[in-house]
């Protein structure tokens, strides 16, 4: 049995192998995987609708994502400083950028909304800008399968 003749290729086979073709295997490497997107706008309905002075209704909008000069600008504002309580309506009017046709969009806008779409506003910003962390995992007693169920409500802004 002649083991080393065919086992060693021929000196001008080993001339001719290209760079890429020498190179192993498992350097195609998948690509890495797509990012995600950060998603920075939620679209809400307000649960009754801001109401302009023509009488139109406003119900459908976007609030974007608050940044840390959104929370703090509010705060030198003089109607804050004297009831902490307007911070929320401030805040609300420089994250929703939209509001059915209303052409600006503005704290006065919040300020004229009815009580329950100014509680609608708050409880969907804490969920937009808590990302997930409204969420708490449990377990099912009948069939002992984990899940998440979200404390703030079933959907943003739902409470």
Do not use: K, W
């Amino acid at each position: 049995m002649r083991r080393g003749a065919a086992a060693q290729p021929a000196p001008a086979a080993a001339a001719t192998v290209t760079p890429e073709a020498a190179a192993p295997v498992a350097a195609a490497v998948e690509p890495p995987p797509a990012r995600r997107e950060l998603r920075t706008e939620f679209a809400f309905e307000l649960p009754r609708g801001y109401v302009d002075e023509a009488g139109n209704v406003h119900r459908e909008g976007v609030m974007r994502l608050a940044t840390a000069r959104d929370e703090l600008i509010p705060l030198r504002d003089i109607r804050v400083q004297e009831n902490p309580a307007y911070l929320s309506v401030v805040l609300l009017g420089r994250v929703i950028t939209r509001l059915g046709s209303v052409a600006h969009m503005h704290d006065g806008v919040v300020e004229n909304m009815f009580a329950s779409d100014l509680a609608f506003l708050q409880d969907f910003y804490r969920q937009v800008n808590a990302e997930g962390h409204t969420r708490a995992g449990v377990t099912c007693p009948h069939c002992e399968q984990p899940f998440e169920v979200e404390l703030g409500g079933s959907r943003l802004g739902e409470s």
